[in-house]
C-alpha cells in the first residue's frame, strides 16, 4: 500500500460533521445526546414494557404518516436487518419462483438467498451491468418480482413496477426515509435503519400491502417448514402488538423513531428528497464539472440521490484521497469494496447537509491539488 500522504486540511475547509458513510450512516448527535440523557429510563428495561411498545407504535405510526399508507396497509418489524428479511422472504414470502432485478451487490445477494433454497423453483435473474438498472418486465412464471429502489453498492437509483400479477417486493434500505414512491406499486417495502434513516443497524422494517399479508398468512398455513426467527407469519403478529418477536436493540428503535418523527415534522419524504437532491445534484454537478472526477453512473436519471458515486482518473488515486480525508476527520468516502473501481462513494441522506457536501468537494479539491 503506497503510503497515505501528510496533507493536512485547513479548518475553516472542512465539514462540520466528517461522516458521509452510507451505513451504517451519520446518526444525528441530538439524537444520541437525547439518548444518553434518558440513562435509566429506557436502555436497560424489558422489551416488553411500556416504554418499548411506545417506540414500536411510533415507528409504526409514524411510517403510516410518511408514506400516507392506504388503510389495510402494515408495518412490520423484525431482528437481523434487510439481509435477515430477505431468507426471511425465502421462506415465507415466496410461494414457488421469484425473478430478481439486480444491478448491484445487494440486489444480487437476495436472488443468491433464494438459490440455495430447496423448497424454491431457481430465480429468474434479470440484470444490468453495475452502474446500470433492469428494467421491469414481466416474468411469467414468477409470483413474486425483487427489486432494489436504490442499490447502495453502485449508487443507482433504480426503477420498479407493477407488472403481471406477482408480489412486488422492494428493497429500500438506502431510500426508506429519504426517496418517495408510489405505495400503490409495492406490496413489501423492507429496509434496514441504518443508512437513510440514520439509526443503528439489526433490524428490518417491512411496509406491506394487503396482499403480501394475505401471501404471508397462506404460506404460514401451508406444510412448508418456516424457522420461527424468519417468520413473517410471527413477525407480524407480534409487531400488531407493537412488539418484536425476540428481543430488539433499544437505541435501534429509539433512534429510528427521532429520525421519522424528524422527517414528518418537517414537511415529510418530499423534505428528505428534496434535501438528498440539493447535495447530491451539488456534488453530481461538481464531478462533471471537474478535471478529474465524473459520476459513475452515466445515465442521469439512474443516478442516485442518496448515495453518489463518483470516479477518479487513474493518476488520482481513490485511497490517497480518502485516505487523506480519513486522516483529516472525514471518513468512509471509500468505495463499496467489491466494486473495485478507482471511486469515490459518498451518502447524500437528509442527515448530511449541503453545506457539508459542499465543504467536502472542496476538500477533496484541496487533497488533488496537492497529491
Ligand atoms: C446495507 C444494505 C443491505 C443490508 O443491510 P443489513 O442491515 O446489513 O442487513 C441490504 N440492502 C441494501 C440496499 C443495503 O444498502
Redesign the pocket.
Known amino acids: 500500500m503506497t503510503e497515505i500522504p501528510k496533507i493536512t486540511i485547513p479548518a475553516d475547509l472542512l465539514p462540520e460533521d466528517g461522516r458521509f458513510g ?2 451504517p450512516s451519520r446518526v444525528r448527535t441530538e439524537f444520541i445526546d437525547d439518548l444518553a440523557a434518558t440513562r435509566s429510563s429506557f436502555l436497560g428495561t424489558s422489551h416488553r414494557r411500556p416504554v418499548v411498545k411506545k417506540a414500536v407504535a411510533e415507528i409504526q405510526a409514524g411510517l403510516a404518516e410518511m408514506y400516507d399508507l392506504p388503510e389495510g396497509h402494515e408495518v412490520v418489524l423484525g431482528l ?5 428479511f430477505w431468507d426471511a422472504a425465502v421462506f415465507g414470502l415466496i410461494e414457488n419462483r421469484s425473478a430478481h432485478f439486480v444491478c448491484g451487490e ?1 440486489s444480487q445477494k437476495f436472488a443468491a438467498s433464494v438459490q440455495g433454497s430447496p423448497h424454491l423453483d431457481d430465480p429468474v435473474v434479470i440484470a444490468a451491468e453495475y452502474g446500470d438498472a433492469p428494467r421491469p418486465v414481466e416474468v411469467p412464471g414468477a409470483d413474486t418480482a425483487a427489486f ?1 429502489h ?3 453498492s453502485t449508487g443507482v437509483i433504480a426503477p420498479f413496477a407493477r407488472i403481471g400479477d406477482a408480489l412486488v417486493v422492494v ?1 429500500g ?2 431510500a426508506a426515509g429519504a426517496i418517495g414512491f408510489d405505495i400503490e406499486a409495492v406490496d413489501a417495502y423492507y429496509f ?1 435503519p ?2 437513510a434513516l440514520g439509526s443503528e ?1 439489526g433490524l428490518w422494517v417491512g411496509v406491506l400491502s394487503p396482499a403480501a399479508v394475505e401471501r404471508i398468512e397462506l404460506i404460514a398455513d401451508s406444510s412448508r417448514w418456516i424457522p420461527p426467527f424468519l417468520s413473517l407469519k410471527i413477525a407480524l403478529d407480534n409487531s400488531r402488538q407493537h412488539q418484536t418477536y425476540n428481543t430488539p436493540a433499544l437505541a435501534t428503535l429509539y433512534l429510528l423513531a427521532r429520525q421519522i418523527e424528524l422527517v414528518n415534522a418537517n414537511g415529510g419524504i418530499a423534505w428528505a428528497e428534496s434535501a438528498s437532491r440539493a447535495s447530491s445534484d451539488h456534488i453530481y454537478a461538481w464531478a462533471e464539472a471537474s478535471e478529474y472526477a465524473r459520476p459513475f453512473v452515466q445515465d442521469s436519471d439512474l443516478r442516485s440521490p442518496t448515495v453518489v458515486t463518483i470516479d477518479l482518473s487513474s493518476e488520482i488515486p481513490q485511497g490517497l484521497v480518502a485516505g487523506v480525508l480519513r486522516a483529516n476527520g472525514v471518513v468512509d468516502t471509500e468505495s463499496y469494496r467489491k466494486l473495485g473501481r478507482n471511486q469515490l462513494r459518498f451518502a447524500t441522506f437528509p442527515n448530511i447537509s449541503l453545506g457539508d457536501v459542499e465543504a467536502l468537494t472542496a476538500c477533496i479539491d484541496y487533497i488533488v491539488e496537492r497529491l
Open positions: 452510507a451505513g437481523g436487518g434487510a439481509t435477515a445487494f432494489i436504490n442499490e447502495t428493497d434500505t438506502s434496514s441504518q443508512k443497524g
